[in-house]
């Protein structure tokens, strides 16, 4: 029963350019989004958030977009840098239970 | 540094053997986690423990052991584990106000565990 799914493995984008990563949900009760980056050999870092009564978050160069109807959130990187190549993990919770996506991996080419 | 450390770092394993698992977290967080990541699977949460309390198990075998002496250490021990028991196994930390369900965490490396 995966209620968080990505369902792009792997996105490939050029540097300065914007990267778009996309997560789906199925839980209409989830109330909080969250947004990890994972680099090889290390554990999972917070990335960017976001409460269910808004649609967007910006962050610096990361913007997360919810769109509640369509139960997608989309993590927005722009411009994007060689630095922001990792894989990404999005994450939603109610207020007993946490789920994640299985990750994209994002290559940032020079 | 991510304020949460994990030892050992690589772990292998018989099935019959009993290891620990090691976490600590310098951050003062009232709330330790553990987690288990599979090949090409989600990430799945196993344990919580608030304030030195397990507050979630989500039908974890019993083959895995959770211990939480205090807010800053939290072990897994395990017993007689299955080669499908082989995954990478995170810890993370935060601090919780009340709601159950983790916000921002923060991560350890993880420990890669090998059964053979």
């Known amino acids: 029963d995966q209620q968080v799914k990505q369902n792009s493995p792997s996105l490939s984008v050029q540097e300065g350019r914007i990267s778009i990563l996309n997560c789906d949900y199925t839980?209409?009760?989830?109330?909080?989004f969250l947004w990890y980056k994972k680099y090889p050999a290390e554990g999972p870092t917070f990335l960017i958030s976001?409460?269910?009564?808004?649609d967007k978050n910006e962050d610096g160069r990361f913007t997360v977009f919810l769109n509640k109807s369509a139960k997608h959130l989309s993590l927005h990187i722009v411009p994007s840098q060689p630095g922001d190549s990792a894989v990404y993990f999005c994450?939603?919770?109610?207020?007993?239970?946490?789920?994640f996506g299985a990750g994209t991996r994002l290559t940032v080419k020079p | 540094e991510t304020g949460v450390t994990q030892t050992p770092r690589h772990l292998v394993m018989g099935m019959t053997n009993k290891k620990s698992l090691k976490c600590e977290q310098h951050?003062?967080?009232?709330?330790m986690y553990w987690y288990k990541q599979s090949a090409k699977k989600p990430l799945e949460l196993m344990f919580v423990?608030?304030?030195?309390?397990?507050?979630e198990n989500n039908s974890v075998p019993s083959r895995f052991s959770p211990e939480c002496p205090n807010s800053s250490h939290l072990f897994l021990h395990l017993h007689t584990l299955q080669p499908e028991d082989s995954a990478l196994y995170l810890c993370?930390?935060?601090?919780?106000?009340?709601?159950?369900?983790?916000?921002?965490?923060?991560f350890g490396p993880g420990t890669r565990l090998t059964v053979t």
């Open positions: 993370a930390s935060s601090q919780e106000e009340g709601h159950l369900t983790p916000y921002e965490q923060y």
């Open positions: 839980n209409s009760m989830f109330d909080y």
């Open positions: 976001i409460s269910s009564i808004k």
């Open positions: 994450a939603a919770s109610t207020r007993e239970d946490m789920r």
């Open positions: 951050l003062g967080h009232n709330a």
């Open positions: 423990y608030s304030l030195e309390e397990r507050v």
